[in-house]
């Protein structure tokens, strides 16, 4: 699920300037709040081993409680 927020176009624009080119915004909020990022493994698996992980982890958490 995804959220809009607002931000002051000063707020944006630092963002921006400190955001890597291949991060979305919500990875370099995450990144900045030091929270990990699917993107901190891209130095160390490969973009396929990522997708697999982001899967099996929104299968493990779109499961109902028991």
Same mark, same amino acid.
């Given at each position: $699920?995804?959220? *809009?927020?607002? +931000? =002051? =176009? !000063?707020?944006?624009? !630092?963002? /921006?300037?400190?955001?890597?080119?291949?991060? &979305?915004? &919500? =990875?370099?909020?995450? !990144? +900045? +709040?030091?929270?990990?990022?699917?993107?901190? +493994?891209?130095?160390?698996?490969?973009?396929? *081993?990522?997708? /697999? $992980?982001?899967?099996?982890? /929104?299968?493990?958490?779109?499961?109902?409680? !028991?």
């Amino acid at each position: $699920m995804s959220k *809009q927020i607002q +931000l =002051d =176009d !000063r707020v944006y624009q !630092r963002l /921006e300037s400190i955001k890597d080119d291949s991060e &979305s915004f &919500s =990875d370099a909020i995450e !990144r +900045l +709040l030091g929270e990990q990022s699917f993107s901190d +493994l891209r130095d160390v698996s490969d973009n396929n *081993q990522v997708n /697999e $992980m982001r899967a099996a982890i /929104e299968e493990t958490t779109a499961e109902p409680d !028991r």
